[in-house]
């Protein structure tokens, strides 16, 4: 047996004591009573009693050895800015946040919810969160009004932090107006709003009494020093909103102390990463992979962390390996969308910039077509990994292990089940372990190892009946994904079981975006389904009916309302979920019982075969989807 097979056993089989020993790698400031507490399955406590701070293990513990290392390097190729920040002086900002955070009256357990673009001031406000016991949200920046309205209706902050824009591909994307709506439409908005005025919006309203100027209120807490405040292992350390098959996003909440824990042990195991050199991940703070992988891992593990805010290719397709260059990358992660994009551009790119630094590059978030993987790891020259993982558990399920064999990639595989977790794929007829080569659904048996989320914020019953559902009797984890095990026991993931899409590695429930499609007033009925695109991997398509067939009457009245049903996309979810197409019909496919055939619909639209149709109610309404789709 191989040495990872060896240690992904022990990891199961002798559960507490490797965990016991991996809890090593961080800081607690009292020790704690038992490593697991899995007295009320599926719930499991990892660490109880032990106390912690995130911010502490990512920043003060590294204090003495690591003061003058850099910690943070902010690349905006928006602003053509660089900014360095040591460990020294992320310490001093981040106290001065906190300050101005607990000025506004938030402590420990109090929500604070970030819209932020790319800025030094997201990670200094997540860490200041962290420092003062508070829990952050963070809502990516992309989502519309409402969207961060119902999250902020479901998380109840007590403060909202945001900055005046964001910007991408030099547009700026003002904030500021978006969070007034957001406020206006929630049931309990923030009392406080603290603004990070980049200077770009120099229209900015301000609500006298409401909204709070970063700046002036930094100033006043100069030199600021603010103790952390120590958390049992268990309690949150945030909130991250997830889709699902409803139209309610889930938040998924995220402990302390196995988080840390988890963090620690997979930039050491997973990513290979040293103290003192740089990982550079692409993602956003408003997605799971900033969470773990730009923020708190590599500053947990003494690594200097890149925050880029830009496009991959701009001000050229080379900017990102200028980057590795520079900053001598050891470790990258990235997206599989990204990396389709930067395919489609001149190859020579990738061959200007000295990659010597770079040990592995790791992709994540949607499926890594192969051929797209064959490429990338013949154009740099280095170990692409793909690896697997939800924001629910907050770092991979799968993956290859370089920290502890060297890695054998295969194409299009994402690896073997990471240490921790106890993965079986199981037929979805009657949950027995599908055989190698055949498609089953990915599950994990509880507990849930350290660092996966422990509820859904405010509903312990959500968690169960949404997790745990799929095969009740055994109360295992579902991932929702389709999977199936080659002999040599790698794992390639098939796609989601669910209503659940992928755009562009963001995932987005086709019931979210149906619900803001029928915002639109003409709208009577909708369905919403995936198709394959080449560059971001999956798009939403709407086929809707609408109630008053009299606008539909000419091209130019079809052509108004599709533009008017996307802006309301827009405007309800964001542009991410914006639909390719809305094609109009006068009927859905549905079962007789009034089931909607989605994957039917979805497979015509992908041009397969519509599968077995003979509980439709009315193929004519197949034909009529066939039509749309021809023209
Ligand atoms: P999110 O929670 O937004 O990161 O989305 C998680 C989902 O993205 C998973 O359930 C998968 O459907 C998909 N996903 C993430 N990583 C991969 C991967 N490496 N290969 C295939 N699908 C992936």
Excluded at 546 to 560: C, F, H, M, N, P
Excluded at 584 to 604: C, D, E, I, N, W
Aim: charged share 25%; proline share 6%; net charge neutral.
């Amino acid at each position: 047996m191989g040495a990872y097979a060896d240690f992904h056993r022990r990891s199961i089989e002798d559960r507490e004591a490797f965990w016991a020993e991996e809890a090593q790698r961080i800081h607690w400031h009292r020790p704690f009573d038992s490593v697991l507490d899995f007295r009320r399955p599926p719930f499991a406590k990892w660490f109880v009693g032990g106390e912690i701070n995130l911010c502490f293990n990512a920043i003060d513990r590294h204090l003495a050895a690591r003061g003058d290392q850099p910690a943070l390097v902010y690349i905006s190729s928006e602003t053509d800015t660089q900014r360095s920040y040591s460990y020294r002086e992320l310490h001093r900002e981040v106290n001065v946040m906190a300050a101005v955070i607990a000025a506004q009256g938030v402590g420990r357990g109090d929500r604070v919810l970030l819209y932020m673009p790319m800025i030094p001031e997201a990670v200094f406000a997540m860490l200041a969160c962290a420092r003062l016991g508070a829990i952050h949200s963070v809502v990516f920046g992309g989502f519309a009004a409402a969207s961060c309205a119902s999250r902020i209706d479901d998380a109840k902050p007590k403060l909202l932090v945001t900055a005046d824009a964001g910007l991408r591909g030099g547009r700026a994307i003002h904030y500021k107006p978006l969070v007034d709506e957001a406020l206006r439409l929630a049931q309990h908005p923030p009392q406080k709003v603290l603004i990070v005025d980049r200077g770009i919006d120099t229209t900015m309203q301000r609500i006298p009494g409401r909204d709070v100027d970063y700046a002036t209120e930094a100033e006043k807490h100069a030199g600021a020093q603010v103790p952390v405040v120590w958390l049992e292992a268990s309690e949150p350390s945030y909130i991250l909103y997830t889709s699902g098959t409803t139209g309610k996003p889930k938040g998924v909440q995220r402990d302390t102390g196995g988080y840390a824990v988890a963090l620690a042990s997979s930039m050491q195991h997973l990513y290979a990463g040293k103290p003192g050199e740089t990982m550079f991940t692409t993602s956003d703070v408003g997605w799971v992979v900033g969470h773990s992988y730009i923020v708190y891992g590599p500053l947990i593990h003494g690594m200097t962390t890149i925050l880029y805010e830009g496009l991959p290719i701009r001000p050229d397709a080379g900017i990102w390996w200028k980057i590795v260059q520079e900053h001598k990358v050891t470790v990258m992660f990235s997206s599989p969308t990204a990396a389709r994009v930067l395919k489609k551009q001149d190859p020579a790119w990738l061959k200007k910039y000295d990659l010597s630094s770079l040990r592995h590059l790791f992709l994540a978030g949607e499926p890594l077509d192969e051929p797209t993987h064959r490429w990338l790891h013949d154009a740099i020259g280095k170990p692409v990994i793909d690896h697997y993982w939800q924001t629910e558990t907050g770092w991979p399920i799968l993956s290859l292990a370089p920290g502890i064999e060297p890695a054998t990639v295969k194409y299009g595989s994402p690896g073997f089940p990471v240490y921790g977790y106890d993965l079986k794929l199981l037929r979805e007829a009657d949950a027995s372990e599908a055989a190698a080569g055949e498609k089953g659904v990915l599950t994990i048996a509880p507990p849930l190892p350290p660092g996966c989320m422990s509820t859904v914020w405010g509903d312990d019953g959500r968690f169960v009946s949404t997790y745990f559902r799929t095969f009740p009797k055994l109360q295992l984890y579902s991932t929702f994904d389709w999977g199936v095990r080659d002999a040599d026991g790698y794992t390639f993931i098939l796609g989601r079981t669910d209503d659940v899409i992928n755009v562009a590695g963001h995932r987005i429930g086709t019931r979210e975006i149906e619900e803001a499609v029928q915002a639109h007033p003409n709208i009577a009925e909708v369905a919403v389904v995936g198709v394959a695109d080449a560059v971001k991997g999956q798009m939403p398509l709407a086929f809707a009916v609408v109630k008053d067939a009299s606008t539909l009457q000419d091209t130019a009245g079809i052509e108004r309302t599709e533009r008017e049903v996307m802006a309301a996309v827009d405007r309800n979810l964001g542009a991410i979920a914006r639909p390719r197409r809305v094609l109009f019909v006068t009927l859905l496919p549905k079962t007789r019982s009034g089931k909607l055939l989605r994957r039917s619909l979805q497979a015509l639209a992908e041009g397969r075969d519509p599968g077995d149709l003979t509980t439709i109610e009315d193929p004519a309404a197949l034909e009529q989807i066939s039509n749309v789709l021809r023209t």
